[in-house]
């Protein structure tokens, strides 16, 4: 008994010492505007497409599968589409350029859902 107590007291002190409490921000995590969109991009390579569908609305053409298993999603700014939360607090480049911009980001997500890659088509 006197042995998991020990064992819990130096678990609690490396736990302190790792940052306890300090929480883990990650660069998904809204740090003000986006200035890029390559940013946009960026800021997700990593991230959950649940998580990167509440940011940037659902895409609004269809995602599909693409035949190496990965899916495709497509938000495309010059066509009418259902906002996120980028859009909620005016975070997207589009917003810095004051109006309305071709532009197209492409995700692709691997089977579990984690986004692996991204470009863009237009959006200068």
């Not at 940013?39 to 599909?64: C, F, M, Q, S």
């Not at 010059?78 to 995700?107: K, N, W």
Request: net charge negative.
């Amino acid at each position: 008994m006197a042995s998991l107590k020990l064992v819990a007291m130096i678990l609690g002190c490396l736990w302190m010492l790792t940052g306890g409490c300090t929480p883990d921000r990650s660069k998904r995590d809204v740090a003000g505007p986006y200035q890029t969109w390559n940013e946009v991009i960026e800021r997700w390579i990593g991230g959950k497409t649940a998580d990167l569908y509440l940011e940037l609305g659902p895409p609004n053409l269809h995602p599909h599968e693409l035949e190496n298993g990965m899916t495709e999603m497509v938000w495309d700014y010059s066509i009418d589409r259902m906002p996120g939360q980028a859009d909620e607090y005016h975070l997207l480049p589009l917003e810095l350029y004051g109006g309305t911009i071709d532009c197209q980001v492409h995700f692709f997500a691997d089977a579990e859902g984690i986004v692996r890659e991204g470009h863009l088509v237009g959006c200068d």
